[in-house]
T-cell receptor, first 115, second 110 residues
Framework: DGGITQSPKYLFRKEGQNVTLSCEQN?????MYWYRQDPGQGLRLIYY???????QKGDIAEGYSVSREKKESFPLTVTSAQKNPTAFYLC??????????????FGDGTRLSIL | GQNIDQPTEMTATEGAIVQINCTYQ??????LFWYQQHAGEAPTFLSY????GLEEKGRFSSFLSRSKGYSYLLLKELQMKDSASYLC???????????FGAGTRLAVHP
């Protein structure tokens, strides 16, 4: 079955530590996205990529980094510069940008907490 | 600016009908999506509207009025499994991205 796989499901970060969240899709989608979800708030866009080897900052990119070396993979690194990283992180992909009505398909998320 | 408003919480009875409203302001509107999200899980796509009117898909329908910046999601014959958050998201051509509302948490009671 095609889908988006995020790992790990739960992740703990120590002070000063960088951690990387994995996102893999086998839907052959060009576009991939990372969102952060906090209680009582909408999904906020961290980074997105419309094509391999290219990505753009979203609304809250500070303290995060990404890479898009393969079409299937879009890992997110939460760096020590992100002072409030505790949140639910969602990865998504779509065939296009959404302008044509293509829905985004989401992974099951990674819940990151601070030790 | 860009803004999406939805009620924070709603409750309804099993078997009933519920309407979840969404109002939006954005640059270059280019479509509105509704997603369902159960607690701790991934959002799943429910519907898409880009033209005014009603789109029906089984027990779920979604309505759009572009002139009023307004949409609603209508859920009929409510079931307990419909207890979830419902996210309204607007595609902004001006910002070239999908903008999400905070979601409406629906609780369905027997």
């Amino acid at each position: 079955d095609g889908g988006i796989t995020q790992s790990p499901k739960y992740l703990f970060r120590k002070e000063g530590q960088n951690v990387t969240l994995s996102c893999e899709q086998n839907l052959n989608h060009d576009a991939m996205y990372w969102y952060r979800q906090d209680p009582g708030q909408g999904l906020r866009l961290i980074y997105y990529s419309q094509i391999v080897n290219d990505f753009q900052k979203g609304d809250i990119a500070e303290g995060y980094s990404v890479s898009r070396e393969k079409k299937e993979s879009f890992p997110l690194t939460v760096t020590s510069a992100q002072k409030n990283p505790t949140a639910f992180y969602l990865c998504a992909s779509s065939t296009g940008t959404g302008a044509g009505g293509q829905p985004q398909h989401f992974g099951d998320g990674t819940r990151l907490s601070i030790l | 600016g860009q803004n999406i408003d939805q009620p924070t919480e709603m409750t309804a009875t099993e078997g009933a009908i519920v309407q979840i409203n969404c109002t939006y302001q954005t640059s270059g509107f280019n479509g509105l999506f509704w997603y369902q999200q159960h607690a701790g899980e991934a959002p799943t796509f429910l519907s898409y509207n880009v033209l005014d009117g009603l789109e029906e898909k089984g027990r779920f329908s979604s309505f759009l009025s572009r002139s009023k910046g307004y949409s609603y999601l209508l859920l009929k014959e409510l079931q307990m499994k419909d207890s979830a958050s419902y996210l309204c998201a607007v595609y902004s051509g001006g910002y070239n991205k999908l903008i999400f509302g905070a979601g409406t948490r629906l609780a369905v009671h027997p």
